[in-house]
């Protein structure tokens, strides 16, 4: 099927889990569905608030966490927050200059 995502002042980032059976999108927050559900979900499961507003999503593929970029400021350090995939914050870490993408080994 086709559905059509209103991406209010987003990027379009898109990812898949590690058993690849749900997505996970960022629109003023992370919105998550699994690949068999048929309405998309009218509230994100993790709120993205003005003071974080997320440009940057990773899914790491060992345990489906989710990793959330942020820049504090355009010229200073980002800030890196992880939550478990039921969005529940884990912790939050310090990180260079505008974290965007996520690489995992």
């Given amino acids: ?3 059509t995502l209103s991406l209010h ?3 379009p980032i898109l ?3 590690a058993a690849g059976d749900s997505i996970f999108w960022l629109n003023k927050g992370v919105f998550k569905m699994g690949i068999n559900q048929s309405v998309l979900p009218k ?3 993790i709120i993205s608030f003005s003071t974080n507003l997320y440009y940057g999503l990773g ?3 060992k345990n489906n966490q989710v990793y959330l970029g942020t820049a504090n400021s355009s010229t200073g350090a ?4 992880r939550y478990t995939n039921n969005g529940t914050e884990l912790n939050q ?3 260079g200059f505008w974290p965007g993408d996520f690489y995992f080994n």
Avoid: H, M, Q, W
């Fill in 1 to 3: 099927e086709i559905y």
């Fill in 9 to 11: 002042d987003a990027l």
């Fill in 15 to 17: 990812k898949l889990s």
């Fill in 43 to 45: 509230n994100a499961f």
């Fill in 59 to 61: 899914i790491d593929p």
């Fill in 78 to 81: 980002g800030k890196v927050y």
């Fill in 93 to 95: 870490f310090g990180c």
